[in-house]
């Protein structure tokens, strides 16, 4: 047997075993592959690359936005096609290359015939009009035909599951909109729980915070593709989400007096966890932050309106170095993260005039004929 026929047969035989492998750490494996070769891997990582290349040159808004947020869903649709037609281009490779006998209403033999032989059985159509006549290549149409149910039993499986984990992952961002404003920040969330019963409501958010970044790190690393679908709201997202909880921890635990510190450690062990490791996945090292997020003069307008608010921060050099820190573990993080998905840093505290949130407001009270009141006072 010739050389050419047998790399033939082996480039087919390893391209199916690529997909099969790749589809198997994608859907099935659920734990972090560290491999740094994957199929899906490069193709996330050069589709992204382009897309949000493309997209970067619209102005910031809700039509940026809506573009961005297409990406998720026919990026998966794309790469279950590319499975596919790996598998279907593998089989009709090997049986080509093979020289195994078909039996063709024409006589055609060319690797068109086995092109079409190979999808028509992976996609189980049975239309009969050509037939493999040797052993061997009934064989492996019988296989292929097994993978072509395997493959649909896993999609099946595989769509539901992750829009099962980003309903999980949007039902507590939709809840932080009353509770720390639209957008999210650390000083709205501590201004919402001054009340006399504050203390133990905080305890209660931040408890479930903890439950929910661990969610977030666990279905986030079994299915990467999670982080590129975006929130309904243009305002909200689960990287904007993470940072506020974790500032809010941060400034617990740098010196709130009378509040539940030990709870905030917990949520912000957890938080940062899934922040460093999420980085990682996406292969976003930690990058200097472009410019302060909390600078001297914002830190004290914080604290001046959460003493208005019945609250006591503490203050002092001591304090303002112990904040630092802790955001020094995390923000790097954030913005590199932030730069690679097209996601907003969420500032510290409210920005600008008071806005409404998002369950204040409607379509119909934002158009022009009825625009919106920006000074309503929240709660």
């Not at 997209?55 to 990026?75: H, M, N, V």
């Not at 019963?197 to 905080?202: H, K, M, S, Y």
């Not at 460093?276 to 930690?286: I, M, N």
Request: hydrophobic share 45%.
């Amino acid at each position: 047997m010739e050389i050419y026929p047998i790399l033939l047969t082996f480039t087919g035989v390893a391209l199916i075993f690529l997909v099969l492998l790749d589809a198997f750490e994608t859907i099935v494996l659920p734990r972090r592959v560290t491999r740094r070769f994957r199929l899906t891997r490069l193709f996330y990582r050069s589709t992204w690359k382009g897309w949000s290349a493309l997209f970067r040159s619209l102005s910031a808004g809700r039509r940026q936005e809506t573009y961005l947020s297409f990406f998720g869903p026919l990026s998966l649709i794309l790469l279950l096609g590319i499975w596919a037609a790996g598998l279907i281009f593998g089989f009709a490779l090997v049986n080509w290359s093979s020289g195994l006998p078909l039996k063709a209403p024409d006589g055609a033999t060319g690797f068109g015939t086995y092109l079409y032989l190979s999808g028509s059985t992976f996609f189980t159509l049975g239309l009969g009009d050509v037939t493999p006549l040797s052993p061997l290549s009934r064989l492996l149409t019988v296989m292929e035909s097994g993978l072509g149910f395997g493959f649909l039993a896993l999609v099946i499986g595989y769509l539901p599951a992750l829009n099962q984990s980003f309903s999980r992952r949007e039902v507590n961002i939709s809840l932080l909109d009353a509770r720390a404003g639209s957008p999210s920040t650390a000083a709205e969330m501590l201004r919402r729980h001054s009340r006399c019963d504050g203390t133990e409501a905080l305890l209660q958010t931040l408890n479930e915070w903890e439950r929910w970044s661990a969610e977030l790190l666990e279905s986030h690393l079994s299915y990467p593709v999670l982080a590129y679908f975006r929130s309904q709201h243009d305002n909200q997202s689960w990287l904007a989400a993470l940072t506020t909880i974790m500032d809010t921890s941060a400034f617990v635990m740098a010196g709130m007096k009378g509040i539940c510190a030990h709870q905030a450690e917990l949520t912000f062990a957890i938080a940062r966890h899934a922040i460093v490791d999420l980085a990682f996945v996406f292969g976003c090292p930690p990058r200097k932050t472009p410019y302060d997020r909390l600078p001297p003069a914002e830190l004290a307008s914080v604290r001046t309106a959460l003493a208005e608010a019945g609250l006591q921060p503490a203050e002092g050099d001591e304090v303002a170095q112990r904040l630092s820190q802790l955001r020094s573990m995390y923000e790097p993080y954030v913005f590199s993260l932030s730069h690679y998905l097209c996601l907003a840093v969420p500032p510290w505290g409210p920005e600008g005039p008071q806005r409404r949130d998002n369950w204040q407001t409607s379509a119909w009270e934002q158009s022009p004929g009825r625009p919106g009141k920006p000074g309503d006072k929240h709660f």
